[in-house]
């Protein structure tokens, strides 16, 4: 008879747990692990944020008390925290929460960090420091991890990644809980727009690389010629957050946008969807996408993001490199026109998540790097 697995504990060490795509990851592994061998903590710099709640066990979130610009004060709590809970391994996200992890565990001498970067570097962090600061954090931990083979190959231009050890590990998707609509008028009516609507989504935080607002430029454009054509706009947040929900109000069609904010029961959202726009500047591999896909609602994604490697253009979504509101508004346009593409594109988009991206197969991924570096310690 084998032995069973020492428990590993775990210590995610994140800016908050408010509603994102990065926190949503960390939440989804959390269920799959927390009890099966992990016991799953987490530490987080600045405030809680209301995704604290969906963790297994939320009395294991624990706020650091960061402040403005660097607080020592933080990384001496953190340090603390480490200690007292007996971590295992430190699961950092991104730079900024790398750079707490790796002061408080003195470079990662003192317990093993397991580091994952959510997208690819973006412009302010282009910068001979910040280069610099994550070319030699890298060096301190166990293993670095992406979402997508783009983050992976963003890194190693940016000669992040000499020795090419950076793992990927794609999101996965809840199948079950993220499925197609019995009937989507029905979706649609209970959001309160017609049954015979046509209806373009966009799912993620207020901030400016989501690119809301040649959204709403290329719908403006559309909505003259399509009367049936409505905009649900889902999510909450960020530092655009003011101005984005102002364009919404001033916009001409503004009665025909539907900002639905921060929603837990996403699956009813995306079911009202016949395509979901997602034109990010930079991503990583966008937990919306995967989730429309599975709910049978075809993507249209601009191509130089992690997208592109699930999305294959005109069989399961739509790839276009999207510069500007013009060239968005003629790549919503021409599969609205094709009622056949978007269910080809719809039922392909599913098939995919089913085969490639489930909320297992992500589990395991992480079930391997806690447990590799969990033995680095001993």
């Known amino acids: 008879m084998s032995a069973v697995p020492p428990t590993v504990r775990v210590l995610h060490v994140l800016d908050s747990l408010a509603p994102g795509g990065l926190e949503n990851g960390v939440v989804n592994v959390a269920q799959r692990l927390n009890g099966q061998g992990f016991d799953i903590h987490s530490a987080c710099l600045r405030f809680r944020g209301d995704f604290a709640e969906r963790m297994p066990e939320p009395e294991k979130v624990v706020v650091m008390g960061k402040t403005a610009g660097f607080s020592f004060k933080a990384v001496r709590a953190l340090r603390k925290h480490i200690l007292r809970v007996q971590a295992d391994v430190i699961h950092s996200h991104n730079l900024g929460t790398l750079i707490y992890a790796a002061l408080a565990t003195l470079g990662g001498r003192t317990h093993p960090i397991v580091h994952g970067e959510h997208g690819q570097v973006q412009k302010q962090d282009l910068t001979p420091k910040r280069l610099a600061q994550r070319r030699w954090l890298f ?34 998707v809840d199948s079950q809980r993220f499925s197609p609509a019995p009937d989507r008028a029905a979706a649609r009516q209970e959001l309160g727009f017609p049954g015979n609507a046509t209806v373009i989504g966009i799912v993620g935080r207020l901030v400016a690389l989501k690119r809301h607002e040649m959204l709403f430029a290329a719908f403006e454009k559309l909505a003259s010629q399509w009367p049936s054509l409505r905009l649900l706009v889902v999510g909450d947040g960020g530092a655009e957050r003011d101005h984005i929900i102002g364009l919404m109000k001033a916009h001409p069609f503004a009665d025909r946008i539907l900002w639905a904010g921060h929603q837990n029961d996403l699956p009813k959202y995306y079911r009202a969807m016949d395509l979901l726009a997602a034109p990010s500047e930079i991503e990583g591999l966008s937990n919306a996408v995967l989730e429309a896909m599975a709910c049978g609602v075809p993507v249209l994604a601009h191509s130089a993001c992690g997208n592109a490697e699930v999305i294959e253009n ?4 739509y790839l276009s490199d999207i510069h500007d509101a013009v060239t968005l508004a003629a790549c919503i346009e021409a599969p609205l026109k094709d009622a056949a593409s978007l269910a080809r594109c719809g039922s392909g988009a599913r098939e995919t998540v089913l085969k490639r991206y489930s909320m297992e197969a992500m589990a395991d991924c992480y079930r391997k790097l806690y447990r590799d570096a969990a033995k680095a310690k001993e």
């Open 314 to 317: 005109g069989l399961t979504g």
């Open 139 to 172: 060096k301190v931990c166990r293993s670095v991890h992406v979402v997508s083979s783009s983050v992976r190959d963003n890194l190693q231009d940016l000669g992040l990644d000499p020795q090419k050890k950076i793992v990927v590990t794609p999101n996965g």
